[in-house]
């Protein structure tokens, strides 16, 4: 069959809402594509362990702390959902990890920041999770079957992760002034960060157009940023807090929210490895695997011994 | 009632601290299923805490009519004061001595609540048996790891013979009764030896020679390590008293 013919039956597949699984043929583009999404994604779970797990032995109370471990446990438990997924699309996670950790593949630029006050863990819960969630909840239903999968499984563990920030917040803007006061400064903190997750503007994206076409993505950067927005601007009411943006305004023609221009010199100078805390996530990331090696290896060799020695009382 | 609220906080202070020690290996294993493994391990042993914080606080608060809570007992009281295994505040160390660690840890804590199940005690005898499941697979977990690195690679059997060194001196407090404690660890000693030398001779390590047993854990008198642990674990309670948070 031609690659043309190829391709028309592959988009068909597509726009009528049949999934694409490993096996079946696929565009050379698509796959890169969606490998290089899904390993991004995995290696933002992994690498988002760190600015969280930053408060596990910190957090303030037993009950804080349970909910805290379970969450960042849940992360890496995101990563290896995600890792299978990518691997379905012919890389090694070793590869992937080689990639991440020579800094050749990204991660969300948003882990690059630093968590500062217990607030922090609720700011990250409610807006980062929050931002995700948009993301991935669309990601449900992303052409890709092992994608939209681990997708689905990942969104049930991500709505609870924004609740308990959100609720963390709630008990902090009833607190003190102190409390109040740590509240403000972690949304502050991590307002423009977090709607910077949705990406560059439409028209400055690149491959948007693509990625819609394949059902990749089924909504653009603005649109979720717009819906991000919209949510959030409701709910910090309920906090009694403010969004730090001057231009954030009800627009009733548009029955959206308007809101202020995001500092992208800032966004594009940490995904070039500007941000306040990427070279300290890489190097947490390094750390780990390279003391780790000889862990891996020592399972390695023992998981060979006893293959031979079963191999041995078998013959 | 004394003597009970002790032995309460005794079991509560040995579960949270080696809770946290786990938990500081979240996000930093040496691979991403034994970063969730370990930090499975800590969330069992932070519940275990939390039960029988939450029964010691019933207790006192029933004794002298005050108002302490699972919070105020983990989270205001001292080093002089908190009364958990010295073994469980030593530093995490590599791979092998976390795992170790835990091993002998926990088939220390399986017999041991294997006892206290069938304590008088109602609430000590429910928290034991429920635990006792997870229990006995963090003795799986751990003691595959045991055998894994002793019969891995020679680096990995050097490692853990260091570990094995380091540790062993910690393990003979428990089974020396404070005077608070409820069941006789002395004869838990015995079969707790058998269980370390099956998994040992399974990964080729050796028992060591007997050596200095360390004390005092129980007795609230520590290692240098507990007051950092507690420094950092106590410092939002500490710094704004009384808020709920």
């Known amino acids: 069959m031609q690659v043309q013919d190829l391709e028309k039956i592959f988009q068909e597949k597509v726009d009528q809402e049949i999934k694409i699984e490993p096996r079946d043929w696929m565009p050379e583009a698509y796959r890169k594509t969606n490998l290089r999404q899904i390993s991004q994604h995995a290696h933002s779970e992994v690498v988002g362990m760190l600015p969280e797990g930053n408060w596990i032995t910190r957090a303030p109370s037993l009950k804080r702390k349970a909910i805290l471990i ?12 995600l890792y299978s997924a990518a691997e379905t699309l012919g890389m090694s996670r070793e590869q992937m990890i080689d990639d991440l950790l020579s800094g050749k593949a990204k991660y969300s630029s948003i882990f690059n920041y630093p968590t500062l006050s217990w607030a922090d863990m609720g700011a990250i819960g409610w807006l ?35 609740r308990q920030g959100f609720e963390a917040l709630l008990v902090l803007s009833r607190g003190t002034a102190e409390q109040k006061a740590m509240c403000q400064d972690a949304i502050n903190r991590w307002w423009w960060p977090s ?21 990749i993505k089924r909504k653009t950067n603005d649109e ?5 927005v919209d949510m959030i601007a409701f709910q910090v009411k309920v906090l009694g807090m403010t969004l730090p943006d001057p231009h954030l305004k009800w627009n009733e023609e548009r029955q959206h929210y308007d809101f202020g221009e995001i500092n992208w010199d800032e966004f594009w100078s940490v995904v070039k490895g500007n941000g306040p805390c990427n070279k300290q996530r890489l190097a947490a990331r390094r750390k780990a695997h390279e003391e780790g090696a000889w862990v891996r290896e020592a399972a390695m060799a023992y998981a060979e011994k006893k293959a031979a020695r079963e191999k041995q009382k078998a013959a | 009632m004394s003597k009970l609220i002790d032995y309460t906080l005794h079991l509560a202070d040995t579960a949270l601290i080696i809770s ?23 969330l069992d042993q932070l519940g275990q ?46 791979w092998a001595q976390t795992v170790l660690r835990q091993f002998f840890f926990s088939v220390y ?23 006792l499941k997870e229990i006995t697979y963090h003795i799986k977990w751990s003691g595959e790891w045991v055998i894994r690195l002793g019969d891995g690679t020679a680096e990995s059997n050097h490692r853990i013979q260091k570990a094995i060194e380091f540790l062993w001196e910690y393990t003979g407090e428990f089974f020396i009764a404070a005077d608070y404690e409820l069941i006789d660890v002395a ?48 410092t939002l309670q500490r710094t704004y008293p009384g808020l709920e948070w």
């Open chain 1, 70 to 81: 379970a969450k960042v446990q849940d992360e890496g438990g995101h990563g290896l959902y």
């Open chain 1, 128 to 162: 980062v999770d929050g931002a995700a969630i948009l993301n991935q909840v669309m990601l449900c239903r992303t052409s890709y079957g092992p994608y939209s999968r681990a997708m689905v499984r990942i969104c049930k563990e991500e709505s609870f992760h924004q």
């Open chain 1, 195 to 215: 709607l910077m997750m949705f990406g560059p503007k439409d028209s400055e994206s690149t491959n948007s157009d693509q990625s819609i076409k394949w059902k």
């Open chain 1, 224 to 228: 979720l940023r717009q819906s991000f």
């Open chain 2, 20 to 42: 946290h020690r786990n938990s500081e290996w979240c996000a930093h294993g040496p691979i991403l299923e034994q970063d969730i493994a370990i930090t499975n391990l800590s």
């Open chain 2, 49 to 94: 805490a939390r039960n029988f914080y939450q029964y010691a606080a019933t207790l006192i608060n029933q004794d002298n009519s005050s108002t302490v809570s699972e919070d105020s007992l983990a989270y205001l009281r001292g080093e002089r004061e908190f009364k958990n295994l010295l073994l469980t505040e030593l530093s995490n160390g590599d």
């Open chain 2, 109 to 131: 804590q399986y017999l041991l609540y294997e006892k206290l199940q069938h304590s008088n005690d109602e609430q000590l005898s429910a928290i034991a048996a429920k635990a």
């Open chain 2, 187 to 234: 004869q838990l000693k015995e079969p707790w030896l058998k269980k370390v030398k099956e998994i040992f001779e399974e990964a080729t390590l050796e028992l060591p020679y007997p050596v200095y047993m360390h004390t005092g854990g129980k007795q609230s008198v520590h290692t240098e390590n507990l007051g950092f642990i507690l420094a950092e674990m106590q």
